[in-house]
């Protein structure tokens, strides 16, 4: 996040899928860093049981106190549930199969409000029919005659968006039930098919694998990553995964990509 100059004063939630190590062993140390640079609102954890816990035995012992309050919100196993929502997103609870309890995330974006067409601005429409009109009510005059149509003055807003996090698991099938269609899906690809045995072994997925989940679930573009690392050139792995699903990518830190 130094690296890509992103502030860690613009977090305020963190999703832990599971307590393997590679996936939280990072935390303390953005915690304390949040702390020596003097954050004070709140910071909220999602993760199974036993985060917690480490991270009051890591606290108790440096004898440190923080300056801002962390928040933990226990996740439940094996059932989908809404674990955040407010004015612009909701955030699920994707349940996956691994050698521990673990979980995915879909972030699904609220439909946004009807914008504004600022070509049909004229000065005598107040602030206050802008926001009638977004609202998609009509101004009325003191007659009760219409005299701004909503639809009139409003553009529809993008569709909203939607991604679906699934690391670590080995595949399922019934996540099409719950990511049907998302706009984006990151999945976990940490062996390639002639590993399969291994895969099935430690419970994670191949590259074929997360192409045919993102197949089957209709997304519009799969993300793969969390890959072994016996793989030092990732071409082939990407082009397992591109051979059942065309519009797949490398999740490589520091990339990004428009949805
Ligand atoms: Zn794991
Ligand atoms: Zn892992």
Known sequence: MARYNISI?????????????????????LIFSMHLQRRES????YSFKGLDEILT???????????????????TEGRR??????????????????????????????SRALKFDKTKLKKEISLQEILQLKR?????????????????????????????????????????????????????A???????SKAEETRHSTAADAATIAMKCNV?????????ARYKDLTPVLEEAQKIFRNTSLAIEGESFDL
Do not use: W
Request: net charge negative.
């Open 9 to 29: 004063h613009k977090i305020n939630h963190i999703f832990i899928s599971h307590l393997h190590g590679d996936h939280y062993l990072g935390l303390t140390g």
């Open 42 to 45: 709140d910071l909220h954890l």
């Open 57 to 75: 035995t890591q606290l108790k012992h440096s004898r440190s106190v923080l300056n801002y309050k962390i928040i933990f919100h226990p996740m």
């Open 81 to 110: 549930e809404i674990i955040l929502e407010d004015d612009v997103l909701t955030v699920e609870t994707i349940p996956l199969e691994h050698k521990i309890s673990t979980s995915g995330f879909l972030f699904r974006e609220k």
């Open 136 to 188: 998609g009510e009509d101004v009325l005059d003191m007659q009760g005659h219409i005299r701004y149509r909503s639809s009139d003055y409003t553009l529809s807003p993008s569709p909203p968006l939607s991604y679906a996090y699934c690391s670590d698991t080995r595949p399922l099938d019934h996540l099409a039930e719950q990511i049907n269609g998302a706009d984006l899906l990151y999945h976990e």
């Open 190 to 196: 940490t062996f390639m098919e002639e590993e399969k």
């Open 220 to 228: 519009k573009k799969l993300l793969i990553g969390h890959f072994s």
